[in-house]
């Protein structure tokens, strides 16, 4: 059973250039979430998804990122233009929102901003 | 605010020795508990959870134990093996259907071979 696929696994890109990062869910699964972990900070909610609808998005940094989810089995995350301290691991995780409900994580995007 | 902390950032242990990874919670109201492990290069890998209705629960070779009378718990590993060198890292939610997560900042697990 394949898990969470996420694509690009590693991103190098200059500043100001656009950056698209892509996610495709656990099957059945209808909660999506879009995660960013840094050293500095450790893993931190960026937004959260229920039925392809964007129900949390305050964690997204600036406007300079936006999140897409145009059906259950595929999700983006953009960002223009990028920034270097853009650069992180960025993670897709997905779940089945009911009752207490874990996350399953994806490989991640290793993305460094130039 | 909640907040969920590691009591100690790394952890050295020879192998075939158990291992104990703690976790400290600050949010009472926390009632759903999650370990993750985290190879170098990975995603963050669920291992085990638990509720706060239960003190104990086990796994494969893994027993996480809640205290909720000082909030805390741990992620005991029994016979540790050279693959078990991770991050480890706990996460809490509050309320059933909730799909917020705090997570800890992790403790590094090295095994000495």
């Known amino acids: 059973d394949a898990g969470v696929i996420q694509s690009p696994r590693h991103e190098v890109t200059e500043m100001g250039q656009e950056v698209t990062l892509r996610c495709k869910p656990i099957?059945?699964?209808?909660?999506l979430f879009w995660y960013r972990q840094t050293m500095m900070r450790g893993l931190e909610l960026l937004i959260y998804f229920n039925n392809n609808v964007p129900i949390d998005d305050s964690g997204m940094p600036e406007d300079r990122f936006s999140a897409k989810m145009p059906n259950a089995s595929f999700s983006t995350l953009k960002i223009q233009p990028s920034e270097p301290r853009d650069s992180a691991v960025y993670f897709c995780?997905?779940?089945?929102?009911?009752?207490?409900?874990?996350?399953?994580f994806g490989p991640g995007t290793r993305l460094t901003v130039l | 605010g909640e907040s969920v902390g590691l009591h100690l950032p790394t952890l050295s242990v020879q192998e075939g020795d158990n291992s104990i990874i703690n976790c400290a919670y600050s949010n009472s109201a926390s009632d759903y508990f999650i370990w993750y492990k985290q190879e170098s290069g990975k995603g963050p890998q669920f291992i085990i959870d638990i509720r706060s209705n239960m003190d104990k629960r086990q796994g494969q070779r893994v027993t996480v134990l809640l205290n909720k009378t000082v909030k805390h718990l741990s992620l005991q590993i029994a016979a540790t093996q050279p693959g078990d060198s991770a991050v480890y890292f706990c996460?809490?939610?509050?309320?059933?259907?909730?799909?917020?997560?705090?997570f800890g900042k992790g403790t590094k697990l090295s095994v000495i071979p």
């Open positions: 995780a997905s779940s089945y929102l009911r009752g207490h409900n874990t996350q399953y």
């Open positions: 099957s059945g699964h209808n909660s």
């Open positions: 996460a809490s939610g509050v309320g059933a259907g909730s799909y917020q997560l705090t």
